[in-house]
């Protein structure tokens, strides 16, 4: 366990990391005796650092939904983030690679909240029930410390949380069976990721389930008009500027961005 100093320390480094776009040590090896309950404490510094900067809360991420992802990472569950209001793109949008370390795109689906949240003992219709939208979205994820990294340093560097694309169609939660809906990821012309969310814990609320039941343990919860990434249901692709990416949803729409 480490002291609140050396949790304050390790975000001043992440957020060195941010301005310098140069990833720092991982915080599992300057800070030897972090466990995930400090790392969740550096994420908390991090984005108090970054509100008082003049950023706002926006909503959650969830990470490490997929079970191949868990095992891994030598977790048992997902891990979540904050997304933060300025860093959001919309469909068609061009996107400064250079505002990146190493940034990959991940494909999924962000729920809408039409009203307050709160655990404990939140499950999969409960969120459905507080849900106002489903939209398509894509998650650009970096990381701010080298690699490999540990379950850690994941954490706390926000989840790898770079910034979120949403586009599409807007559905609500009961309009379509959110556990098919399926993904093609094309980039340059050349379809590189294909997925379906069911691949989300088998159904991409039950991840918001478990981060309202998360949240409940530290106080708070979901708010009306908070944006909640479900977790990928792809595999993470490697982005460079002059990239041209075209996620297709079907029914749903798509979302086409370029790096520049």
């Known amino acids: 366990m480490l002291s609140e100093e050396d949790r304050r320390k390790?975000?001043?480094?992440?957020?060195?990391?941010?301005?310098?776009?140069?990833?720092?040590?991982?915080?599992?090896?300057?800070?030897?005796?972090?466990?995930i309950e400090?790392?969740?404490?550096?994420?908390?510094?991090?984005?108090?650092a970054r509100i008082a900067a003049g950023a706002r809360v926006a909503g959650h991420k969830i990470g490490l939904t997929s079970r191949a992802m868990q095992l891994a990472s030598k977790m048992t569950e997902p891990d979540y983030g904050r997304i933060l209001d300025d860093a959001f793109y919309n469909d068609g949008a061009r996107?400064?690679?250079?505002?990146?370390?190493k940034p990959r795109l991940e494909?999924?689906?962000?729920?809408?909240?039409?009203?307050?949240?709160?655990?404990?003992g939140v499950r999969i219709y409960d969120v459905l029930r507080a849900t106002e939208f489903v939209v398509p979205?894509?998650?650009?994820?970096?990381?701010?410390?080298?690699?490999?990294?540990a379950i850690t340093d994941t954490i706390a560097d926000n989840a790898a949380f770079g910034s979120i694309v949403v586009g599409g169609r807007p559905v609500r939660p009961f309009d379509v069976d959110?556990?098919?809906v399926g993904a093609t990821l094309s980039q340059n012309g050349i379809i590189e990721e294909t997925g379906v969310s069911a691949?989300?814990?088998?159904h991409p609320a039950a991840g918001i389930a478990w981060l309202v039941n998360?949240?409940?343990?530290?106080?708070?919860?979901l708010e009306k008009g908070q944006i909640v990434l479900a977790g990928s249901f792809t595999r993470p692709v490697d982005i460079t500027a002059g990239d041209i990416i075209q996620v297709d949803y079907g029914p749903l729409g798509a979302i086409g961005v370029s790096f520049i």
Do not use: N
């Not at 400064?96 to 370390?101: D, E, K, L, V, Y």
């Not at 979205?137 to 990294?149: G, H, K, M, N």
């Open 137 to 149: 979205a894509l998650e650009v994820i970096d990381y701010r410390t080298e690699v490999p990294r």
């Open 95 to 101: 996107i400064p690679a250079s505002r990146f370390i």
């Open 178 to 180: 959110l556990r098919w």
């Open 10 to 35: 390790g975000a001043e480094l992440l957020l060195q990391a941010e301005r310098e776009r140069k990833p720092i040590p991982q915080l599992s090896k300057t800070f030897p005796d972090i466990e």
């Open 107 to 120: 494909v999924e689906l962000a729920f809408i909240m039409g009203e307050d949240l709160a655990g404990p």
């Open 199 to 202: 691949g989300i814990m088998g």
């Open 38 to 48: 400090d790392a969740y404490r550096i994420q908390d510094y991090w984005a108090q």
């Open 214 to 221: 998360k949240l409940h343990v530290v106080g708070t919860g």
